[in-house]
């Protein structure tokens, strides 16, 4: 299997992987390792927004939507909790949470500040009216990262 490397630098910029807490995310992390060489630094990111949470809080624990305070806290536990995931496929991983909505210009401008080399997220596939309705993450960061992006679908 081929190793990705992206760009000449690739290898000193950072992976940014995009978790929301999701068991698809963490496929990502583990399909990520398989594609990409070891050792690399990584930024495991979960987006936040009151209300609108927009992750899976890890580990499943009820907290108030409404509160900002609550909300950030267990953002930052699910972004953590991705970091020990991307440490175990071999990545130099630190976490991050941000509040940010759109989702996906949340993770583009910190792609962005980070100079990250290659965004890595999960695509859930929402179909029908509910898609067209929600629109696709995925699909607007492929569309406005200016480096490389991949995404993983369930069963990779």
Not at 40 to 67: S, Y
Not at 99 to 120: D, F, Y
């Amino acid at each position: 299997m081929a190793m990705i490397e992206v760009g000449a630098t690739a290898p000193t910029r950072p992976v940014l992987f995009a978790y929301d807490g999701s068991a698809l995310a963490g496929l990502a992390i583990e399909h990520a390792a398989r594609e990409i060489a070891s050792g690399r630094d990584a930024l495991v990111l979960c987006v936040w927004q009151p209300a609108d949470v927009g992750f899976e809080p890890i580990p499943k624990r009820h907290f108030d939507a409404d509160a900002a305070n609550e909300v950030r806290r267990a953002a930052e536990e699910t972004a953590a909790y991705g970091a020990s995931l991307a440490e175990k496929e071999g990545f130099r991983a630190q976490s991050l949470a941000i509040e940010a909505a759109p989702t996906w210009k949340g993770i583009v401008a910190t792609a962005e500040e980070r100079h990250a080399s290659l965004i890595v997220l999960g695509s859930h596939r929402h179909s029908g009216l509910v898609g067209h309705l929600l629109g696709s993450v995925a699909a607007a960061v492929v569309a406005h990262a200016a480096c490389s992006v991949l995404v993983v679908h369930e069963g990779s």
